[in-house]
């Protein structure tokens, strides 16, 4: 039923709410006051009967207080006119009779950001949006920041762009309003496939667009000038990820340059809204020329008030009749208020609530409430009743995908980690897609379409699921040095990727033996392992081959200078050899010299001692050359003496140099310590001296009120 039963004839049915039973109550006072006629009488007992069995629908207490009490006024008219009455006392409420409403009314979104149609059930952000559109007028582009569940995404598609489509700006609703772009890995690829849908271009348009986008910075701005007159709205959601998930500094920069020059033209006032998640802010000082807009066009979105909380909770159901019994809502303020991710949790409760509706009626209830665990508890109590639901091998994948998704900071901090799917085919890929689908389906991940399959975005569906899953939080805590580590080891895969495949990006020393403990590498991640591991082994190799090379060369060396040695010792052997020749052959020569005749024996005495002098000059050319080789032996050892001293010497004066700087870099520290202790010692006499003079003018103060006293 709805209020348009008020005009229903049924002697005794009730009316279907407290609303429809004022609505007659209105229609009843005109009549009453126009005359007191037998037909107006009659349709008052027909109300108070009807109004007494409305109690069945009614469980609100301030609902029973406000019907009883049209009830009671319209019992006293009745009575002053003599009419016969019945009890008009509410009749109880009946949980039975409540209304039943279809799940496609459900006015909840659970961890989903609101969109544009959900216009009419975004409540609670009024003001915010009001001051956004203000904001409008000062700058061209506004930067919404907030936290990881403050509701940037909601505020902009629910909010903002609808009140700017229906005229809360001047000349708004002829504005031109572009899809939504989240920049992804390829902003300028979502920036052109923003402009094809608009302006209806074909799919072979897109490449071309954003390699002019790169290009020109002011392609943007002439393509949408070209097509008309009115400003052009532009919606960045998630801009951090130009940051994060970019990695090129060409796309990045003609985006962000392309946006810029949007905004800067002297023409319309063109209008680009970007949401940024506050923990990088930081990442902007890469651009100046943005970080000089962002301080003129930053908005805060702050947590939800308790009446801002209580708004969003009770408005979308008033739209369809849905009820809270008393204490809900009450308590679900409770829980929420000054949570930092308060209306994605706040939004996922309701929706359990909503599912939790006994036989679909329009009645959420406490003991609904109860059994949830309150709206803090819920999301761990749901996410933990999927993950007991799985067997033992998927729990395993679904824990690993869980802690990939997540990104530890140095702090206590935890944060959403969006990956590509094919990051997370760390084991089987049917097994990874499995154990993705369910976690889809139970609402604890987002994933967002990509080019291929292999290139879809997965996330958590909300970062308050980090923070608030227990599971997760002590997953977490447990594995965080190994997650950031862990995460290291992804990043450095993928920028040796983008460099290339360089071997300088490679892995060494311990940080390749943390590499190869683990067991849950993606395909990339296990060749960064792999060529970092045969890098490593082949330069040992080539390290131990010198090493040889080093060693069979001194052995070379070695068998050289012993070879030179027995040369030497040969050449002493044949030496003496010959001089034992020659003491043989001048016995020999004496002897023949006193059997010869005695006119050749002076003659044949010089011819011996000619060939003496002449044996005796070869025997000191071979003393002379043995003494060569020695003479070249030591110049050798000269040689690499004399290299060892002047290395010794180049060592010794880079310690002296270093030597004499750390000695004045003493000698400043001693200095600056002196004068650090002075100030000391003058501060210690100037606070002594204070005191002295404080314990002075206390004890005249004191004397002169004595004085005064007497």
Known sequence: MSSLDVEENTVDAPYNSLSALREVHTRLLKLYKEGETEDVLAEIETFVRRGSATGTLLDNENDRYAGQSLLDYWMTVLYRARRNTTDATLAEFDPSLALKLDDS???????????????????????????????????????????????????????????????????????????????GSNPLKGLAFALGKVYNQPADWLPQAAEKLRQDPRYLLNTIESAGSEPAVLIVDQFEEVFTLCTDDALRDGFINSLVALTESSGPRHL????????????????????????????????????????????????????????????????????????????FALLRLWKMREDGRNRITLKDYRKLGGARRALALTADDFYQSLSDEKQITAKRIMLRLARPSGNAEVTSNPVRRKTLYFEAPYRVDEVLEELYEAGLVRITKGETKEQDKVEVAHEALVRNWGTLVDWIEKERAA?????????????????????????????????????????????????????????????????????????ANMLALQQKNEAIARNARRLRSFLTILALLLIVSIGTAVYGIAQARLAKEKTEFAMARQEETAVQKLLAENAALQAEEQRHLAEDRKKETADALDKSVAAEKLAKVESEKAKKQAELADARRKEAEQATQRALKAEQEARTFSAQLKKLNEANAQ
């Open 272 to 347: 680009v809204i970007l949401t940024l998640r506050t923990d990088f802010e930081t990442y902007l000082v890469q651009n100046p020329a943005l970080m000089s807009i962002f301080e003129k066009g930053q908005v805060r979105v702050m947590p939800l008030t308790a009446t801002d909380l209580r708004s969003a909770i009770e408005e979308p159901a008033k739209r369809i009749g849905l009820k809270f019994e008393d204490g809900v809502v009450d308590a679900l303020v409770k829980d929420i208020l000054g949570e930092p991710a308060g209306l994605p949790l706040l939004q």
């Open 105 to 183: 009314l459900c006015p909840y979104r659970g961890l989903n950001a609101f969109q544009e149609e959900d216009k009419d059930i975004f409540c609670g952000r009024q003001r915010l949006i009001e001051k956004l559109i203000e904001k409008t007028k000062e700058t061209r582009m506004l930067f919404i920041v907030g936290p990881s569940g403050s509701g940037k995404s909601s505020l902009v598609l629910a909010g903002m762009i609808p009140a700017l489509k229906n005229g809360a700006a001047e000349g708004s609703k002829n504005w031109q309003y572009f899809p939504r772009i989240v920049p």
């Open 483 to 555: 997650m950031r580590q862990r995460l290291r080891l992804t990043a450095s895969a993928e920028q040796w990727l983008e460099h290339g495949k360089d071997e300088g990006g490679l892995l060494g020393g311990s940080l390749l033996e943390e590499a190869l403990r683990y067991d849950d590498l993606n395909d990339l991640e296990k060749e960064f392992v792999r060529v970092s591991k045969s890098t490593i082994e082949r330069a040992e190799q080539e390290k131990e081959e010198a090493r040889q090379r080093e060693k069979e060369l001194e052995q």
